[in-house]
């Protein structure tokens, strides 16, 4: 294969890598929203016309992450396949493979991140309109960590670097 293609190959790899964690950002800040409501619902009165509230925000949650990963038990044995479970068939497809990928796999990357871009706005918005005005302490953010500096600077290196920023981290901790 040439440098052209496995350069290809790498960056393909990247973007499906990069993906794969914009997807558990994403998935973090649904659990965290959900567990603020969660605790606000075991706290509130049944009687409290609140409680049915939290708990259709609840389900509401529920159902945004269902439109990012596969939640029903047993995981792909059920078929049940989201932008997570397409994500790893296209990864696993372009990992097999060292040469520069097809053409329909890179646009494919790009299809899934459309997709997880939705969902993304979907959150937000309903963070802001449903579940702010119950759990006003609850931000579309929540659950979001500062990035790691050593996956950053492996990214910035292409993969050139990524031993040496590690062992620097290890001789630092």
């Known amino acids: 294969y040439t ?5 290809a190959h790498f960056d393909a790899m990247m ?3 990069a993906l794969f964690g914009d997807m558990t950002k994403l998935v973090e800040r649904i ?16 009687r409290d016309p609140t409680a049915k509230k939290l708990r259709d925000v609840l389900a509401q949650l529920d159902a945004i992450k269902k439109l990012v990963v596969a939640t029903t038990e047993g995981g ?25 990928p097809a053409k329909y796999q890179v646009e494919r990357v790009d ?3 459309r997709e997880l871009t939705e969902v993304e706005k979907q959150f937000k918005a309903f963070v802001t309109n ?7 302490q609850v931000t579309e953010a929540e659950g979001l960590d500062e990035p790691d500096p050593i996956a950053l600077h492996c990214a910035a290196t292409e993969g050139r670097d990524c031993n040496a920023a590690a062992a620097t981290a290890t001789e630092r901790d």
């Not at 605790?39 to 009165?45: D, G, L, M, R, V």
């Not at 078929?79 to 990992?95: K, Q, S, T, V, W």
Request: net charge negative; no cysteine.
């Open 76 to 100: 792909a044995i059920t078929g049940e396949e989201r932008i997570r479970e397409h994500l790893d068939i296209l990864y696993g497809a372009l990992n097999g493979w060292e040469g520069r």
């Open 15 to 17: 973007k499906a890598h």
């Open 130 to 136: 449903e579940v702010k005005p119950l759990v006003p």
């Open 111 to 113: 299809v899934l991140r």
């Open 3 to 7: 440098v052209a293609d496995r350069k």
């Open 31 to 46: 659990d965290a929203a959900r567990e603020a409501v969660t605790e606000k619902e075991h706290k509130t009165p049944d």
